[in-house]
Nanobody, 118 residues
Framework: VQLQASGGGLVQAGGSLRLSCAAS????????MGWYRQAPGKQRELVAI?????IYSDSVKDRFTISRDNAKNTVYLQMNSLKPDDTAVYYC???????????????WGQGTQVTVSS
């Protein structure tokens, strides 16, 4: 299984970006899909998860929107009203059950850099 993230870049404060993450491989089912981020010198933190419930970090609520296209095994993160504090490497994550396995395994994408200038 591979998760391929894309869509990062450099944007001015107040701007928007849309991240995408596509899962591929011998996928039987996907449970939760989500986004995390890690800023320099900080721990990786949750941004948003979409599964049985939709959960957002307080810092991005009302600015970011997570969505999924189950037919494409893809999760998106629409980021609006970006702030310099949003600058980080963004990682996608998915809980995936592969064919022949009993349970789900957590997979991570390679990360995509988001830089917001003031």
């Amino acid at each position: 299984v591979q998760l391929q993230a894309s869509g990062g870049g450099l944007v001015q404060a107040g701007g928007s970006l849309r991240l995408s993450c596509a899962a591929s491989g011998r996928i039987f089912s996907i449970n939760d899909m989500g986004w995390y981020r890690q800023a320099p010198g900080k721990q990786r933190e949750l941004v948003a998860i979409l599964g049985g419930r939709t959960i957002y970090s307080d810092s991005v609520k009302d600015r970011f929107t997570i969505s999924r296209d189950n037919a494409k095994n893809t999760v998106y993160l629409q980021m609006n009203s970006l702030k310099p504090d949003d600058t980080a490497v963004y990682y996608c994550n998915a809980l995936i059950q592969t064919y022949g396995s009993r349970g789900s395994t957590s997979y991570w994408g390679q990360g995509t850099q988001v830089t917001v200038s003031s």
